[in-house]
């Protein structure tokens, strides 16, 4: 009975060692980034500028096209999502960048309201 009984408490210490050692933390994004976006009206270079505290962010953002405009968005493991409200013309709009974070890159799609979806890439500077 002893031997079941050691079995079983090897078992489970195992099973929460695994567990534990599988939460995997949140990428970090703080820092400067410098883009490549690519869409079907062009290519453009924005830079963010970027803060964490946790899985929350902030920053600002600048591009020739847009301007200057604040950035809100969140980290979960490596995914992130920015969300970015720029106004011009006297129309407002969302940008929302969602993608990937490997390290000092990250990459994947960025939507731009009615002007349409592109394909964005950065690093950090």
Not at 15 to 31: K, P, Q, R
Not at 47 to 62: F, I, N, R
Request: proline share 2%; charged share 15%; aromatic share 6%.
């Amino acid at each position: 009975m002893n031997s079941v009984r050691r079995l079983f408490v090897a078992a489970l210490a195992a099973a929460a060692f695994v567990s534990t050692g599988a939460i995997a933390a949140d990428a970090n994004v703080a820092g400067e980034w410098d883009l490549t976006v690519e869409t079907g009206n062009g290519t453009g270079t924005p830079h963010m500028s970027l803060k964490q505290q946790g899985t929350a962010v902030t920053g600002l953002y600048k591009s020739a096209t847009f301007g200057e405009a604040p950035i809100t968005g969140t980290v979960k493991g490596n995914e992130v999502t920015l969300n970015i409200k720029v106004s011009g013309q006297g129309q407002e709009m969302t940008i929302v960048y969602t993608g990937t974070v490997e390290g000092a890159t990250m990459k994947g799609k960025v939507s731009l309201g009615e002007l349409g979806e592109g394909t964005f890439s950065g690093k950090k500077a």
